[in-house]
């Protein structure tokens, strides 16, 4: 019996355990098996390249990391002609493609390219970078938006749809409604939420762009209530992440009401934080006689 | 192909008074180290649980050991100083590319700050076969380790002024055929407008997360668009660099 | 020559080191002198006494601090009788008073109440308690709502007139903008984050509320980046906080953009934080040559 | 008047696996303590800087030397554990109120836990004028304290089972006239079931921040609404404890 199995929307995973897309790729397999996980989720990728922006990028905080990497990617041709194949090649696990547009169009683009290839089990739709000036956040804040982008989306596929949500909102359950109910299968949640770092002596600002994206443990309280919220306000289920790093991290998750969790900035301080994570959360559930469904949005 | 270890501090040595020198026996890993690769470090402590792992380049690796020289900047680099021998050293490597080398020619290696370890060690494997000057600068004697010409800002050791300040010269007086370099990016910058057409090898620096060319956190510019200084660098041809982006 | 002096509004601040509404009272002076503070902020008052919310009220996280207290306080009118004249007697310091409502009508009934005293220098507007239902939040996240709440107590008062707003909201700059427009005279950001936490062995939430308020270290950078967003979007004076512990903590915020900051959680980790903050401010100011205002708002 | 001081740690000893009693030499506090106060304490280490004081009461404070029986459960006070005999410990105290005192009664203490410590040492005020019966439960031989009647969860030392379960029996044949208490909730809650009219003392636990009654993060229903642990307790008159909301 796999006590840790468990699915979003259509997607069986073996593992609850994933990864926060782009903080990781497969140079990570030369360090553990990619067995530890429950699917592969990519960088997002977007219709033309994106060059991203100028370093300096990363900035470590007293309880997480500030990062401004701006979507860089190789555009949605030279993805599928480069790294696809290698992808499809190298993965056992299920491959999530994540995708990011600066407008319905957009983003619908690059769902007929995908829908196109073989061995795609599904997409995070990232309409919750904070990063870049047009895409993302201005997609993510509006409901009437979400709705109307999911309800295209998923009337072109039959793959799993996960909605990727960013924490920089009023009302996220309000957003949440909205992907739901336009067709959206499952939700991730969170990205990272706007944080800034200045240099006390000279003023300047620690990365190149003054507003940044904020991850790490920091962040873990905030992801925390806002997967309760959610999970109160949907039925779809929820991938959480945001500030994950041990598997009482994960837990906490699970009670709140997640299906599945995923690991970011976790790995810079133990690249084999995955690993640990989904061992620590297997003896867990085996000395409790528990499986992770008995303890999926019970806590109380 | 990099590894996860987490091996016990062989020795720990203050020197100066903000650098210290840290070891390890490996001797696998050893065997694979090149001049300018590196390692992401992380001190095995409790305070660092949460922390990011802080990229170090290999300082000496011979015998089965591998070195590194550290200055203390801040909270990663001040706990592995406070790192005990015995205690664990958690290290991800060796990572990144390494120096391009010559035989038979006149080098000149050329290092600021923090960036004097490579260098240092590319000097050692160059010397048998080239002729080999290393200049090293720093803002004050702390920061000078042994090398043929060193200045300080502060004029407190070496010659006063700029590592980059009598390159020029060097190069001409003593036929330099190849650049080395490795230091802070005004100093490459600088160093860049002197060297001319003379091949460059550049070792840049860049904030880390991953350190394995996964969250393009380190990008630089380089050639058409980016490069990630722990994957595709750290070391780069000085040409191929867009230094007025830098 | 006071190289701290700044102002907050009409209002001339000897040190630019407050204290957060609800974190602080007078029991500290018996620890340190109130000259190291330029104003004293009262916890929120409303007009009705409120109980506040069940225990238990208070989680540490890895980063900060989790608090559901539910805006407990004894009510306009028995504040006015019984804590109102002890503040007078003891504070050598200007007097802002924090005060909440759940409609607009029960805000501008509390600043008639508070009109008729002498003693206080100004009041903070709290449109942004994330932890009781009706009140706070349901404003701040309006802009229209904040802009009317503003003009109708700016009408009333010539004292100064800060808005606190919540960072739970998606477009921070835009309530800024409205609570400036309205006749706010100063802004303090942030109040907390939404937070929680859960016993992973158990299931429970670690406090009474679901959903509580995330403050202290973790949530800086999530300050310091609306600090910079509102600097930018308005002309008042801001008051920053979030997260503040030490003099380097601080200088970010003025870089960013702040005429003041206030200490919250800090203090629960140093009780003199706000003296060696001071301090440590006054020391950088000297041996830089600088003042106060050479920095403030010139990060770049 | 509660009183911030950093103070070398005298003395830290292990009792048990999972407690220790540490100490420090501190006159001027010793003279204000009484039996209930407590304080809240840091270890002054670099990985406490941000993190919250931990109540702590004071276990014994005499010839100026003030000590505290401490379990370890979390962060903060596995950082106490941690810090060597020199090392500054933080202290913030005395605080909140004291056992009302009594003369020539046949007084029941009741504790639980790490409700130990104050009451060890209200027995040892109380014991020259009055009878004292001390009686401690926890939920294994490890939590078990010198005392007149031990109980264990388990059975591994004393008697198995709840410290309430003979309560009854005890305030009948002792002929007890005042209960003073400390420990868990549940515990209390079941205690006052049995004591009846009977005066009762309890000493209630809540998470803290301030400590100095600014938050009022440590609320507990007492009276008609709510009462701050840290100032207006922890000491509370058992009638006026809304149990049922607990
Ligand atoms: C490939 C490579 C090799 C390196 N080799 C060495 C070495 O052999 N010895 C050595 O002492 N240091 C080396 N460094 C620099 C070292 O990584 C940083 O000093 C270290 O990360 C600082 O970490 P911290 O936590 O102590 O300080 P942080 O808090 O991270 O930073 C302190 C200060 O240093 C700056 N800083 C931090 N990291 C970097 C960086 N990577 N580049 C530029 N500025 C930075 C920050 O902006 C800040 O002002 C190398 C860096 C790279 C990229
Ligand atoms: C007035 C008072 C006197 C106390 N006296 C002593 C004493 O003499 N010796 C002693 O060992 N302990 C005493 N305690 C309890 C002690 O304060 C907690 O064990 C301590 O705060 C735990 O801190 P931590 O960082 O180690 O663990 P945390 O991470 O804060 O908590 C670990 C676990 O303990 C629970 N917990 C934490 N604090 C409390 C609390 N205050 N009440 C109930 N549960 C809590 C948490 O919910 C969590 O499950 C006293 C508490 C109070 C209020
Ligand atoms: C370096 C870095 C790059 C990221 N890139 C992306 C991205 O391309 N697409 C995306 O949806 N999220 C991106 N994120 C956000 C993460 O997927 C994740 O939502 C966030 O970091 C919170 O999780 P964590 O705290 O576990 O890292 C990135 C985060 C980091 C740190
Ligand atoms: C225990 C506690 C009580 C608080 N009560 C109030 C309140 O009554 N009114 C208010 O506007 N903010 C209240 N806050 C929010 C703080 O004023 C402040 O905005 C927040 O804590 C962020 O600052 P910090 O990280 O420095 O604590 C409270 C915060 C805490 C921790
Ligand atoms: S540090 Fe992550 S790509 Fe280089
Ligand atoms: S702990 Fe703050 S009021 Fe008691």
Redesign the interface.
């Known amino acids: 019996m796999n006590r840790l199995a468990t699915a979003l929307g259509r997607l069986r995973l073996k593992s609850p355990v994933t990864v926060a897309s ?4 497969t ?2 397999f ?2 553990f098996d990619q067995s530890a996980l429950g699917a592969y989720t990519t ?1 997002t990728i977007t219709l033309a390249p994106k ?2 922006n ?14 401004s ?1 701006g979507l ?1 990617n190789p555009g949605l041709k030279a993805w599928l002609n480069e790294d696809l194949p290698l992808l499809r090649d190298l993965l056992q696990i299920p491959l999530i493609v994540s995708f990011s547009g600066s407008s319905e169009d957009e983003f619908l683009r690059v769902l007929d390219g995908l829908e196109l290839q073989e061995g795609i089990a599904g997409y995070e739709v990232n309409v919750s970078c904070p990063n870049v000036a047009k895409e993302g956040i201005a997609f993510g ?1 509006d409901p009437d938006v979400v709705f109307s982008l999911a309800s295209s989306l998923a009337a072109l596929t039959r793959r799993e749809l996960i909605f990727k949500l960013s924490p ?4 996220i359950a309000a957003i949440a409604q909205a992907a739901e109910a336009g067709g959206a299968s499952s939700l991730a949640l969170i990205n990272t ?6 240099d ?1 002596k000279t ?3 620690r990365i190149s762009s ?3 994206g ?1 991850s ?7 992801a ?3 997967c ?2 959610v999970a109160l306000a949907v039925r779809i289920p929820i991938l959480a992440l945001g500030g994950i ?1 041990s598997w ?2 994960a ?2 998750f699970f ?2 009401g997640a299906s599945a969790i995923a690991l970011g ?1 976790a ?3 133990d ?2 934080a995955a690993v640990k994570l989904r061992q620590g959360l297997e003896d867990f559930l085996r000395e409790n006689d528990l499986s992770l469904r008995d ?1 999926i949005g ?3 | 192909m990099p590894v996860f270890q987490e091996l016990p501090l062989l020795g720990t040595e203050r020197i100066n008074r903000a650098y210290l020198r840290i070891s390890v026996m490996a001797p696998e890993l050893a065997e694979k180290c090149r001049p300018g690769m590196f390692f992401e470090l992380k001190a095995g402590l409790p305070s660092q649980t949460r922390r990011l792992f802080k990229p170090i380049s290999v300082f000496e690796a011979s015998e089965g050991k591998i070195s590194f020289l550290i200055k203390v900047v801040g909270p990663g680099t001040r706990a592995l100083a406070e790192l005990k021998p015995g205690e664990p050293l958690l290290l991800l490597g060796p990572l990144g590319n390494s120096f391009h080398l010559v035989k038979g020619q006149n080098a000149l290696l050329v290092s600021g700050g923090i960036g004097y370890p490579p260098l240092a060690w590319l000097k050692r494997v160059l010397e048998p076969h080239n002729r080999v000057i290393l200049v090293h600068g720093g803002s004050c004697a702390e920061d000078l380790f042994p090398c043929d010409r060193g200045y300080t800002l502060d004029g407190s050791s070496g010659d006063r002024g700029l590592v980059t300040q009598d390159i020029m010269d060097i190069i001409k007086t003593e036929n330099i055929d190849i650049v080395y370099s490795c230091g802070p990016l005004p100093m490459l910058k600088a160093l860049q407008a002197c060297v001319g057409d003379l091949p460059h090898y550049a070792s840049l620096e860049a904030y880390m997360a991953c350190g394995l060319g996964a969250c393009h956190g380190c990008a630089v510019p380089v050639g058409e668009g980016w490069q990630r200084v722990c994957k595709d660098g750290p070391v780069f041809a000085a040409s191929l660099i867009r230094w007025e982006e830098l």
């Open positions: 782009g903080t990781f790729d140079g990570y030369e360090l960088k060059a991203g100028p370093p300096p990028r990363l900035y470590e905080t007293e309880a997480g990391l500030l990062n990497i860089q804040a920089n909102v009023t009302d939420l706007y944080g800034s770092a200045i006390w003023g300047r600002f003054f507003v940044c904020y790490g443990s920091g962040i873990k309280p905030v925390l209530a806002l309760h919220k790093h009482q991290d837990l906490e009670w709140a900035t790995f810079y301080s690249p084999l303890i019970k806590a109380r």
